[in-house]
């Protein structure tokens, strides 16, 4: 032991100089040449005798003291004899001590206005030990122990700030703050463990600030805020929070800044933003939003600054902003955008900065015009750090206002001549850039970045041809810029979406092709994330025209697939020129549908109702959908005859017409796959004329032409019949159409008579007669010859049959040769003479 005192004395510090010992303010501890000495810094009325490791507090402080800092000690208690002459102390932090409980500081504690006691080993709040407090304004208890704040636990203060936050609070019970309605402003209550708040729980009129960031809070429900009229910000960053329900906000209709940053929620709509009139921030970055409503901004047309960075967002739809006419920030920034639809930021008529930076745009640049176009104002837009390849000349069309423009970080490989020239306020240019294809269309670029100073911003070498690659794009000459071919991979076999069953292997196969030899690497992704032990097998073949192109080849082997493998599968395939990226293949681990009711064939007559019945069963649920003959054109539908009951699992048609006939397919389809199941309708109709019979006269030669046109359900089948006596087919007589047209080829007298159409189906029979006259032919001498061998009725016969008989029976073409040809022979043996006319017609006929 003696040598252990004696180590400790010699490796203990010198003592202080004796100037040291002396307070600022002339103050010296009692006993001071026994005792170790303590030095508290002494600034105007701040005194600090913080971090001086003291166990009990001295029993002197200047009187004239107004902020005392005692934090960093070590002191458990507080002896209110020490603080008793402090008349004038107003501010006292007792920060990091061994304090449990909140301290009793005499007669000083009714003219503290600001405590502190951060850090300490408190355990609960008395209302016994704060009423002593009455001119209290700021009390803050954050990091101690507090586990249960009780009713009643503050008494009525006047309380401006109070700040309980990193304890083991875990739920708040309605009015226990009532007591400090009158006054208090801010309320922190961060880092607990708080998992719900119960409606109109706050019933403070003049709170202006409310934290609730790092606790448990999952959902949130309408009026839940209601009683804060008065309140300008409110933060709930990471709580986890998935649910806002509509009106979650509702109440708060002098609010200007809400964040909502680190948690999970996944779309915004105005149901949860109903009633937030006057907000202008919304910070919402940090969360798993992939959908923005149409309608979302409806309540909240004041937001002048929105935050959605590192969230889930693929698309910009043409609706995602409408209604923010005020707004002069938005960050995009770190999402998954891809695609940005035409007029996506139409409306933004305030906007100043845009940041898209760490995105997936390629294309939008790429290949659209003027997907900026409506930010009239906008002065900042970044792009770095996207998938951009190549600028057209209209891909910033509008920005007119635009002072700094960010691209670098991106592979771009070509940008077309005069992409930036109405940007007349461009400011600065960045461009980061190892992939550029020097090649004669990119001549224009670094004369032109020197003749507007943007060259000090940019970074670009030629990636090809061959003889510049590595070389700046300022010691390029002009007659260095040549035409060469364009060596980035391009996807040529996309991975397929696939649907598999538990325990199955499958393979996800995706090729490229490239003309350059450089080093191609590749990678597969499940959701977005690089798959580090996946099992591949890559190679590379010659493709054909010479052997010029390379394609490559990459496969993706999962064997044993459990529900775990479920997702979205996308291939990379990069060179030293870039990356290409497939699409994202969807993998379904799941049970194909079965079928637990088909539909069954049905034979109905007309005006009845039909009943159809299908359903299935699978995982996920199928959804079943119908089919008529293989469409979705249904007749029932159109005229309101069609009803579906998918919870009868039940399919109706009433008043069923002919139209109705058909196959009707059932298909039960969900992720994993799907199963059809056909039933055909009959409708069954009485036969019918569907034009009336009308009788015929025709001149000798002529062409006679019978119509019978038949209607109903099945199709009826027709019997001709002359004078009651059967008709048979000769090589005058012929029919066409299904029987539905009797041709009598260069009538005869003997062809007049009545012609009789008998149609019958399973369901009757219907009869109708036609008369047919035939006339003598006018002779060639006749006055009227020219007009008869060329009359309208004529040839308009002659044009119904070989209309007929091309479209309805192509095997029995040569009888409208004959027709034409029976025709062509009379007109001629009437003419007299070769004239133009006549050899109009014989071409014609030809």
Known sequence: MGSSVRRWVVQRPPLPLLGRLLFCCSLFFSGLAQERPTTCRCLGKRLDCSRLKLREVPALFPSRTVQLDLSHNRLSSINSSSLSHLYNLREIKLNNNELEAIPNLGPTSVNITFLSLINNKITNILPEELKLFQSLETLDLSNNNISVL??????????????????????????????????????????????????????????????????????????TFQGLPSLKSLKIQKNGLVWLMDGAFWGLSNMEILQLDHNNLTEISKGWLYGLLMLQQLHLSQNAISRIRPDAWEFCQKLS???????????????????????????????????????????????????????????????????????????????????????????????????????????IMSIQENTFLQMKNLKELYINTSSLLCDCQLKWLPEWLIDNKFQTFVNATCAHPQALKGRDVFAVSLEGFVCDDFPKPQITVQPETQSAVKGSNLSFICSAASSSDSQMTFAWKKDNELIGDAEMENYAHLRAHGGEVMEYTTILRLHNVEFSNEGKYQCVISNHFGSSYSVKAKLTVNMFPLFTKMPMDLTIRTGATARLECAAVGHPMPQIAWQKDGGTDFPAARKRRMHVMPEDDVFFIVDVKIEDTGLYSCTAKNTAGSISANATLTVLETPSFLRPLLDRTVMKGETAVLQCIAGGSPSPWLNWTKDDRTLAVTERHFFAAGNQLLIIVDTNFEDAGKYTCEMSNTLGTERGNILLSVIPTPTCDSPQNAA??????????????????????????LVWVVIIYHTRRRNEDCSVTNTAHTKYFKEFSY
């Not at 002659?798 to 309805?808: E, P, R």
């Open 788 to 813: 008869l061998s060329l009359d309208d009725d004529g040839w308009a016969t002659v044009g119904v049959v070989i209309i007929a008989v091309v479209c309805c029976v192509v095997a029995t073409s």
């Open 305 to 411: 600054e929105l935050d959605l960075k590192y969230n889930n967002l693929a698309k910009l739809e043409d609706s995602s902003f409408v209604g923010l006419s005020l707004l002069v920030r938005l960050d995009i920034g770190n999402n998954k955008v891809s695609d940005i639809a035409d007029c996506a930021f139409q409306g933004l008529s305030s906007l100043q900065i845009l940041d898209l930076r760490n995105n997936e745009i390629s294309w939008t640049i790429e290949d659209m015009n003027g997907a900026f176009s409506g930010l009239d104002k906008l002065r900042w837009l970044l792009l770095q750090g996207n998938r951009i390849r190549s600028i057209t000349k209209k891909a910033f069309s509008g920005l007119d206002a635009l002072e700094h423009l960010d691209l670098s970080n991106n592979a």
């Open 150 to 223: 009780e009713m009643g636990s503050f008494p009525p203060l006047v309380l401006k700030n109070l700040h309980i936050s990193n304890n083991r609070i875990v739920s708040l019970d309605p009015g226990i703050f009532d007591n400090l309605a009158n006054t208090l402003q801010v309320l922190k209550l961060n880092k607990n463990r708080i998992s719900t708040i119960t409606q109109k729980m706050f019933k403070l009129p003049h709170l202006q600030h409310l934290e609730m960031s790092r606790n448990r809070i999952k959902k949130i429900d309408g009026l």
